[in-house]
Each structure stands twice: as C-alpha cells, then as structure tokens.
C-alpha cells in the first residue's frame, strides 16, 4: 500500500507541478498582455490630448483672425457713419435730407447683413476645423470598437 500510496504522491505532486507551471505561464502572459494594453491606452490617451490641443489652436487662429475682420467691419463702418454724417449735413432741403436718409439707411442695413453673413460662413468654417482633429480621434476609436467587438 505504501507504494501505491508513494506513486499517488508522486504523480499528484507532478500534476500539481504542471498545473502551477501552467498558472505561472498564464499569469505571465496576461502580465504582457496587461503591459502592452496600458502601453496602447497611455498613446491613446496621448493622441486625444494631442487632437484636442489641436483644436484649440485651430480656434484661436481662427478668433484671431474673425477679430482681425471685424475690426475692418468696424474702421469702414466708421468711415461709411463719417460720410454720412458730412452728407447729411451738406443737405439744402428737408426731402433732400429724407431721401438721403433712406439710402444711407438701405446700405447700412446692406452692409450689416454682408458682414453678418461673412462672419456666419467664418464662424461654420472655423467650427468645422475645430472639429476635425476631434473627429479624426472619433473615427480611431470607431475602428478600436469594431476590432473588439
């Protein structure tokens, strides 16, 4: 009984040998698999700081240079109430000044509608290439899920 009792402890022992060479060979793989998904993850996290630093350049650019147009809007419009004011002064007659006073108003309402379009179509623009960096990372992480999933 002996020996059989020594050759059970023997090849309990020799299996319990490989089920922990096993475990450790396991535990060492998820280790590395572990290691390279915080590597992928830390690089991720990298390229989204990275787009959305992007974007705020992209937004400052741009509002540097939406103010740079809208103090042009300012100095003509200053020039345009400067004529205005001269040509209504220089005005013989009360329908002289009337009439004068609607085109005058017609083209201001003119101008501010121009300028106003103008900055509407910067304002899509730079909103468009503020979002592109953004989106670029959005697609990334799109391809990342599918290959997860």
């Known amino acids: 009984m002996t020996d059989t009792v020594k050759a059970t402890a023997e090849k309990t022992a020799e299996k319990a040998a490989e089920f922990f060479a096993d475990v450790r060979e396991k535990a060492s793989e998820a280790t590395e698999k572990g290691k390279k998904f915080a590597a992928e ?71 501010a509608v121009a300028q106003g379009s103008k900055n509407t179509e910067a304002m899509v623009k730079l909103v468009n290439e503020m979002f592109q960096p953004i989106s670029n990372r959005i697609a990334v992480t799109t391809e990342l899920f599918k290959k997860a999933a």
Do not use: H
Request: charged letters at 30%; a positive charge; aromatic letters at 8%.
């Open 41 to 111: 993850a830390v690089e991720f996290n990298k390229a989204n700081a990275e787009a959305i630093v992007e974007a705020g350049k992209i937004v400052a650019k741009g509002a540097q240079e939406m103010g740079k147009t809208n103090i042009e809007f300012a100095k003509k419009n200053f020039e345009d109430v400067q004529f205005a004011v001269k040509a209504l002064a220089a005005v013989k007659s009360p329908t002289d000044f009337v009439k004068l006073q609607g085109e005058l108003a017609r083209k201001g309402f003119d101008t």
